[in-house]
C-alpha cells in the first residue's frame, strides 16, 4: 500500500509542476572569448581552453593568436592567412602561449599532437535534451574532437587540412555522451611545418534544467491539496 501511495503523491507532484524541466541558457563554447563572449584582442590570455604540447597530461592558458600584417594589408582586419581569416567574427584563433605579435611560428614542431581541452558543467541537467551545435577549424591537421573521451565521427581527417573551411559538428540530444557534471571537451590537432597553428572553435551547448523545487503558484497550491485529499481518502479505504 506504502508504494502505491508514494507513487500517486510523486503523479500529484508532477501535475502540480513541482517536478519539472526549465529550459537554460545555452553554454557558450567560443576560442578566444572572455566571458562575456566578447572576442579577445590578438596576444589575450585564453584561461578557458588549455592547450598541452608536450606530455598531453601538463596544460596552460592558450593564446589569441596574432594576426600577421602582410604588406598590402589585406589581413588588417582578419585573422592570420592562407584562408584561417576567413573565419566568423564570433570566435578567434588560439594556440599555445609561445605565439608573439606578427611571427606565424609556434612551439607545436612538426608531425606531434596538440591537444586543446575545455570543461562545461552538466550538474542538474536533463541529459536526454542535451545537444551541442558548433562549427570548428584546426590547422594545420585535425586527428579528432573527443568529447569525454570519445571521438565524435568525421572530426579524424587525417592529412586533409581544415584551416579554410568552416566544418560543422552536431551531437544530438540522447546520444549518449554527455555526463552529468563535468564534461571535457578536447580538440587534437598536428602541425605541418611549425607555423600557423592554432584551433577555431564555436559553439554552444543546449539543454533542459531539471528543477525539482519551484515555487508553487496559488492554484497550485489549491490543486496539490486536492491531491493530498484524495490520497487521504484511498488510505481510509484501504485500511
Not at 572569448?33 to 592558458?61: E, L
Not at 594545420?140 to 584551416?163: A, V
Request: hydrophobic share 40%; with cysteine; net charge negative.
Amino acid at each position: 500500500m506504502f508504494r502505491i501511495v508514494r507513487t500517486a503523491t510523486v503523479a500529484v507532484l508532477v501535475a502540480c509542476g513541482l517536478v519539472s524541466s526549465a529550459g537554460a541558457a545555452p553554454i557558450i563554447l567560443r576560442t578566444g572569448v572572455d566571458s562575456s563572449n566578447v572576442v579577445m584582442a590578438p596576444g589575450s590570455t585564453d584561461t578557458a581552453w588549455q592547450i598541452s604540447i608536450d606530455d598531453k597530461a601538463t596544460y596552460t592558458d592558450s593564446k589569441v593568436l596574432y594576426p600577421l600584417k602582410d604588406p598590402n594589408n589585406v589581413f588588417s582586419g582578419g585573422q592570420i592567412c592562407c584562408g584561417m581569416e576567413t573565419v566568423a567574427n564570433t570566435a578567434a584563433w588560439v594556440s599555445d602561449p609561445s605565439v608573439v605579435p606578427d611571427n606565424g611560428n609556434t612551439a607545436w614542431g612538426i608531425n606531434q599532437d596538440v591537444w586543446l581541452k575545455r570543461s562545461f558543467d552538466l550538474t542538474s541537467y536533463d541529459l536526454s535534451t542535451v545537444s551541442l551545435n558548433a562549427t570548428w577549424r584546426i590547422a594545420d591537421y585535425s586527428f579528432g574532437i573527443y568529447l569525454n573521451g570519445n571521438l565524435l565521427g568525421g572530426t579524424n581527417t587525417g592529412n586533409t587540412p581544415k584551416w579554410d573551411v568552416d566544418t560543422p559538428l552536431l551531437i544530438p540530444a540522447g546520444g549518449g555522451l554527455f555526463v552529468n557534471g563535468i564534461n571535457t571537451l578536447e580538440l587534437r590537432g598536428q602541425s605541418l611545418n611549425s607555423g600557423w597553428d592554432g584551433f577555431w572553435f564555436d559553439g554552444e551547448v543546449d539543454g533542459r534544467v531539471t528543477d525539482t523545487n519551484p515555487v508553487p503558484e496559488p492554484a497550485t497550491l489549491s490543486l496539490l491539496a486536492l491531491g493530498s485529499s484524495v490520497l487521504a481518502v484511498r488510505r481510509r479505504r484501504r485500511s
